[in-house]
């Protein structure tokens, strides 16, 4: 079993910038392939970044492209996205999602991921 745990979002006005954190815990953190999804109110969850188990290889969506970027230090146990120049549409709640996988391929469909957080709410002001 993993345990992620979100932290990091709030309010931020159009053009700021967020650092959001996922602290792993029960299992051996470099072996889980992670990622980011979003769900804002009333539409779909989205996927958003992902990172290979090793770090080494990372995917973002188009809408986040040049503006977010994922990372992970693996002793700390912790994933992170940091995200810049953001926009009133990337309101919505970040949820981190983990899977245990030395795939080196980044995982950008929820379905395959077993291991989620509850989410830490980023609200963007125009």
């Known amino acids: 079993q993993v345990q992620l745990v979100e932290s990091g979002g709030g309010l931020v006005q159009a053009g700021g910038s967020l650092r959001l954190s996922c602290v792993a815990s029960?299992?051996?953190?470099?072996?889980?392939?992670m990622g980011w999804f979003r769900q804002a109110p009333g539409k779909e969850r989205e996927f958003v970044a992902a990172i290979s188990w090793s770090g080494s290889n990372t995917k973002y969506a188009d809408s986040v492209k040049g503006r977010f970027t994922i990372s992970r230090d693996i002793p700390e146990n912790t994933l992170y996205l940091q995200m810049n120049g953001l926009k009133p549409e990337d309101t919505a709640v970040y949820t981190c999602?983990?899977?245990?996988?030395?795939?080196?391929?980044?995982?950008?469909?929820?379905?395959?991921?077993?291991?989620w957080g509850q989410g830490t709410q980023v609200t963007v002001s125009s």
């Open positions: 999602a983990a899977e245990r996988t030395y795939v080196e391929v980044p995982r950008t469909r929820a379905v395959l991921y077993t291991y």
């Open positions: 029960g299992r051996t953190f470099s072996s889980y392939a």
